[in-house]
């Protein structure tokens, strides 16, 4: 279409190759890959983005179609795997479901570094900062990816732990305006004797008992932070939990009451350390519910 727009007779060939270079350059300035025909942002995903300098240290990014700064909200995923394994992967099998739950919002899954058992390095409190250096990350970001300063933190197992600390203990850090949390480890110090794979965890990657080392328990426990000002919390834990117990949820509910914070706590019958793939509909369609209550 371009070269019939121009003859031979009508230009000499240099000129013409000169003029269809300004044309091929004027059309790839206008033509933003962010961009949708119709002028709106088009969807992009965004893989292994580094936070930090250390290899675990990265993110994936999942920014949807249409977005703006001002009416497209961010939620931030943290994986479990007990502190020892797992990745920012574990999005994938939840992805379709919270995009339908909460359209509009954008998606960050997160990797952060694993305690190793055999070698003992990334001890606590190793994870906690990498989700601090991943938000701070994550708000110099904001503007360029076009979305919303306003975060929400969700994680399971150990990521649940990870997102209910940060939201309890560092929420300035990111701003943080609700937590979502699935049967979470809340209070490590009453975890610790559960069974001999917690006492083993724990204390490893806290360098002793909870009699030898309680102020580390409690630095690393997200009830330990919890008062008046803690943001809106929205937690599931199944009733026949072996991993992590749901007397851990059930603490933290009694500490969330005691001071007032608006939650939501769903004991799912008969469910154990993950649910079933027909439960987790329902489950992020409550929590979606919880959050367009109080993110108003």
Same mark, same amino acid.
């Given at each position: 279409?371009?070269?019939?727009?121009?003859?031979?007779?009508?230009l000499?060939?240099?000129?013409?190759?000169?003029?269809?270079?300004?044309?091929?350059? @004027?059309?790839?300035?206008s033509s933003?890959?962010?961009?949708?025909?119709?002028?709106?942002l088009?969807?992009?995903?965004?893989?292994?983005? @580094?936070?930090?300098?250390?290899?675990?240290?990265?993110?994936? %990014?999942?920014?949807?179609?249409?977005?703006?700064i001002?009416?497209?909200?961010?939620?931030?995923?943290?994986? *479990?795997?007990?502190?020892?394994?797992?990745?920012?992967?574990?999005?994938?099998?939840?992805?379709t479901?919270?995009? @339908?739950?909460?359209?509009?919002? =954008?998606?960050?899954?997160?990797?952060?570094s694993?305690?190793?058992?055999?070698?003992?390095?990334?001890?606590?409190?190793?994870?906690?900062?990498?989700?601090?250096?991943?938000?701070?990350?994550?708000?110099s970001?904001?503007?360029?990816?076009?979305?919303?300063?306003?975060? %929400?933190?969700?994680?399971?197992?150990?990521?649940?732990h990870?997102?209910?600390?940060?939201?309890?203990?560092?929420?300035?850090? *990111?701003?943080?305006? =609700?937590?979502?949390?699935?049967?979470p480890?809340?209070?490590?110090?009453?975890?610790?004797?559960?069974? %001999?794979?917690?006492?083993?965890?724990?204390?490893?990657?806290?360098?002793?008992?909870?009699?030898e080392?309680?102020?580390?328990y =409690?630095?690393?426990?997200?009830?330990?932070?919890?008062?008046?000002?803690?943001?809106?919390?929205?937690?599931f834990?199944?009733?026949?939990?072996q991993? %992590?117990?749901?007397?851990?949820?059930?603490?933290?509910e =009694?500490a969330?009451?005691?001071?007032?914070?608006?939650?939501?706590?769903?004991?799912?019958p008969?469910?154990?350390?993950?649910?079933?793939?027909?439960?987790?509909?329902?489950i992020?369609?409550?929590?979606?519910?919880?959050?367009?209550?109080?993110?108003?």
């Amino acid at each position: 279409m371009v070269l019939s727009m121009f003859k031979n007779d009508c230009l000499p060939y240099p000129k013409l190759v000169f003029v269809l270079l300004i044309v091929f350059a @004027s059309w790839s300035c206008s033509s933003d890959g962010d961009e949708k025909p119709n002028g709106g942002l088009a969807a992009i995903d965004l893989f292994d983005q @580094s936070y930090g300098a250390e290899q675990s240290q990265i993110l994936d %990014v999942f920014l949807p179609a249409g977005r703006s700064i001002a009416e497209t909200p961010l939620l931030i995923y943290i994986h *479990g795997g007990a502190w020892v394994q797992g990745s920012k992967e574990e999005f994938a099998e939840f992805r379709t479901i919270l995009s @339908s739950a909460l359209p509009g919002y =954008a998606f960050v899954a997160i990797n952060y570094s694993l305690y190793d058992l055999n070698s003992g390095i990334n001890k606590f409190p190793t994870q906690e900062n990498d989700v601090i250096e991943a938000l701070q990350f994550i708000q110099s970001k904001t503007d360029e990816w076009n979305i919303s300063d306003k975060i %929400v933190l969700a994680g399971a197992s150990a990521g649940g732990h990870l997102a209910l600390l940060h939201a309890y203990k560092h929420q300035s850090i *990111g701003d943080i305006s =609700a937590v979502i949390a699935f049967f979470p480890p809340t209070d490590l110090a009453a975890l610790y004797d559960f069974s %001999v794979f917690t006492e083993l965890g724990l204390s490893g990657m806290l360098e002793g008992t909870p009699s030898e080392r309680p102020e580390a328990y =409690a630095a690393s426990s997200p009830i330990t932070f919890v008062d008046k000002q803690s943001v809106p919390t929205v937690f599931f834990h199944g009733t026949q939990d072996q991993v %992590v117990p749901i007397s851990q949820s059930e603490l933290l509910e =009694a500490a969330l009451i005691k001071v007032g914070v608006d939650h939501e706590f769903t004991r799912v019958p008969n469910q154990g350390h993950g649910f079933t793939d027909e439960t987790y509909p329902f489950i992020f369609e409550q929590a979606a519910s919880f959050l367009e209550k109080v993110l108003k």
